[in-house]
């Protein structure tokens, strides 16, 4: 079983940056595909930034330019450095991890909920 535990989320105003942590308990980080998903109040949730275990990203496009997602492997720890916010990035933002060959995601962490807003 993995467990995650997000960081990191708050109030900042417009065109300031957040940076999450997503914690992983476990030995089998460096195996998993993670990433980072968000979900505003009535809306679905959506992927916002994947990297796989070969390091390899992708993003929503929405986010391309102003999000940065990196893993550090020894310390089982995934994070999203995220710049130049907009009221519109305002959600809950959850950790996800995923083998190679699923289909669907894995784990979930509990989310973290980043606000932009004056």
């Known amino acids: 079983q993995v467990q995650l535990e997000e960081s990191g989320g708050g109030l900042v105003q417009p065109g300031g940056s957040l940076r999450l942590s997503c914690a992983t308990s476990?030995?089998?980080?460096?195996?998993?595909?993670m990433g980072w998903y968000r979900q505003a109040p009535g809306k679905q949730r959506d992927m916002v930034a994947v990297?796989?275990?070969?390091?390899?990203?992708n993003y929503a496009n929405s986010v391309m330019g102003r999000f940065s997602i990196s893993r550090d492997n020894t310390k089982n720890t995934v994070y999203l450095q995220m710049n130049s916010l907009k009221p519109e990035d305002t959600a809950v933002y959850y950790c996800?991890?995923?083998?190679?060959?699923?289909?669907?995601?894995?784990?979930w962490g509990q989310g973290t909920q980043v606000t932009v807003s004056e």
């Open positions: 476990g030995s089998i980080f460096s195996r998993l595909t």
């Open positions: 996800s991890a995923k083998y190679p060959w699923a289909t669907n995601i894995n784990y």
């Open positions: 990297v796989t275990t070969t390091g390899s990203t």
